[in-house]
């Protein structure tokens, strides 16, 4: 998926009325560090003007922080539209407070990835890095 010349692009948005951006922040300062160039789309967006943005600036990975409830709804949506939209190539990962369960039936309906509070930011860089040279 990774064209050879260019870095790895990733979006990170949040979407809804959450309005927690700590993890989205830390997240973002370590793909940075890695070399990875990250778009901040920003909070209190729709999941169409995520997809929408996604696919306009050509970014690899999808990053969605979700803390407030909100996430089957918009992860759902967000994964519905890339297919929809002609994003397929685009991997949708995220974040947040997210029940084991539902994490893996989110996964099911097409999130790639999907971490949990504590998670190394090691495990989140080294998976978009993994996940786009594939």
């Given at each position: 998926?990774?064209?050879?010349?260019?870095?790895?692009?990733?979006?990170?948005?949040k979407?809804?009325?959450?309005?927690?951006?700590?993890?989205?922040?830390?997240?973002?300062a370590?793909?940075?560090?890695?070399?990875i160039?990250?778009?901040?789309?920003?909070?209190?967006r729709?999941?169409?003007?995520?997809?929408?943005?996604?696919i306009?600036?050509?970014?690899?990975?999808?990053?969605?922080?979700q803390?407030?409830?909100?996430?089957?709804?918009?992860?759902r949506?967000?994964?519905?539209?890339?297919r929809?939209?002609?994003?397929?190539?685009?991997?949708?990962?995220?974040?947040?407070?997210i029940?084991?369960?539902?994490?893996?039936?989110?996964?099911?309906?097409?999130?790639?990835?999907?971490?949990?509070?504590?998670?190394?930011l090691?495990?989140?860089?080294?998976?978009?890095?993994?996940?786009?040279?594939?």
């Amino acid at each position: 998926m990774k064209r050879s010349n260019r870095k790895i692009r990733v979006l990170i948005a949040k979407c809804g009325r959450d309005g927690h951006s700590r993890g989205a922040t830390v997240v973002t300062a370590a793909l940075r560090d890695a070399g990875i160039e990250v778009i901040i789309l920003g909070m209190h967006r729709t999941p169409e003007e995520v997809v929408h943005a996604s696919i306009q600036e050509g970014v690899d990975i999808i990053g969605l922080s979700q803390m407030d409830g909100g996430h089957m709804a918009i992860f759902r949506n967000v994964a519905g539209l890339l297919r929809e939209r002609g994003g397929k190539d685009i991997l949708l990962m995220g974040g947040g407070v997210i029940p084991e369960d539902e994490m893996a039936e989110l996964k099911r309906e097409g999130v790639d990835e999907l971490f949990g509070p504590g998670t190394p930011l090691k495990e989140i860089v080294r998976y978009v890095k993994d996940s786009v040279r594939q």
